[in-house]
């Protein structure tokens, strides 16, 4: 099984924007038996809340579905749990390695370094442009699924 945490700042716009994609996508490809997609927050500030309704009105939009997501905080521990651990932004990319303290296997990655144009992505809640987000966390979804369906596909049907 291949484990995907998406992190940003408070897991409340685009980590899990980010998770409900992957899933969708992992889900249309009938992989769903071999993903475990999580999100969380690398601050405490939105802990516990729902999904903004910005994030939840764009996949209502695009017919991603939306599952019962709260807030919740990385964890140096998530370290050993995940096989990938995604920022959005390079400030995202600081404080995940400030909390998980080290990155000896290279998990550590921005979601849009699998694209064939790396970047940020940016924080809705600043601009209010989550159609930008999305198309976004759209294109380094499909990057990311591409890269692990072509170098891990021994461990996906293993």
Request: net charge negative; with cysteine; hydrophobic share 35%.
């Amino acid at each position: 099984m291949i484990k995907v945490l998406f992190c940003c700042h408070g897991n409340i716009c685009r980590s899990p924007m980010a998770q409900f994609v992957m899933q969708d996508l992992v889900n249309k490809q009938g992989l769903s038996d071999h993903f475990y997609i999580d999100s969380a927050a690398t601050s405490t500030e939105e802990i516990g809340n729902g999904v903004h309704y910005g994030t939840r009105g764009k996949l209502k939009e695009v017919g991603v579905p939306l599952g019962n997501h709260r807030s919740t905080q990385l964890k140096r521990s998530d370290y050993d749990q995940y096989d990938y651990i995604l920022g959005m932004d390079q400030w995202n990319r600081k404080n995940m390695l400030r909390i998980l303290r080290e990155d000896p296997k290279e998990k550590v990655a921005l979601l849009l370094d699998y694209s064939e144009h790396p970047r940020d992505i940016a924080d809705p809640w600043y601009t209010g442009n989550f159609d930008v987000t999305y198309d976004d966390i759209l294109e380094g979804c499909k990057a990311l699924l591409a890269h692990i369906l072509r170098e891990d596909k021994d461990r996906l049907y293993s």
